[in-house]
């Protein structure tokens, strides 16, 4: 039986390309600290500008506190801090970095817009500014994704 779940091991780390990455080469430290830089800027930039538009869009309650500057910075440095650091893992530890940062920043993205959903319907919860705290959470996910591997890709050999 332990052969057997060692075999099921070796093919799930090769289908994840979880094998030591050997090539392509991971990117520069000082490149992955400028990608989550560099995706953190625009990123909050990003927030400001929907934030506003949901405010001149809807009507938001006092009670909203999602639109507080403070409160979406905050969630906005940590997951990218996150993201960051997972890419310059996931580029020292996969052959197939790209491949699996793709499927990892949609497993996330798709588990931070669970709480988004739960709001809808709720009350102090309208449906117009929950709405933009998912595009927030689309576009911190896009711009982070493209930040890391246009700023941090992976190095001599293929980046998928």
Same mark, same amino acid.
């Given at each position: 039986?332990? &052969?057997?779940?060692? #075999?099921?091991? /070796?093919?799930?780390?090769? !289908?994840?390309?979880? #094998? ?8 520069? /430290? ?21 934030? &506003? ?7 938001? +309650? ?15 440095? @940590? ?7 997972? %890419? ?6 996969? #052959?197939?970095?790209? %491949?699996? @940062?793709? /499927? ?9 817009? *669970? ?13 117009? +500014?929950? *709405?933009?705290?998912?595009?927030? !959470? @689309? ?13 941090? +890709? ?7």
């Amino acid at each position: 039986m332990s &052969t057997l779940q060692s #075999s099921l091991a /070796r093919q799930a780390f090769r !289908h994840a390309g979880t #094998s030591a990455a050997t090539e392509p080469a991971p990117p520069a /430290r000082r490149r992955v600290a400028a990608a989550g830089l560099a995706a953190t800027v625009v990123s909050l930039a990003a927030d400001v500008v929907l934030v &506003t538009i949901g405010q001149a869009a809807f009507t938001v +309650p006092a009670t909203f506190g999602k639109f507080g500057f403070g409160t979406y910075a905050l969630l906005t440095v @940590l997951g990218i801090a996150g993201a960051t650091a997972t %890419w310059g893992m996931v580029t020292r530890l996969s #052959s197939k970095p790209k %491949w699996l @940062l793709t /499927r990892l920043a949609v497993l996330v993205t798709a588990l931070f817009l *669970i709480p988004d959903f739960l709001l809808l319907g709720t009350a102090g919860n309208p449906t117009g +500014p929950v *709405i933009m705290l998912m595009l927030m !959470h @689309l576009a911190i996910a896009a711009i982070t994704y493209t930040a890391l591997i246009t700023v941090a +890709p992976v190095r001599n050999g293929p980046q998928s």
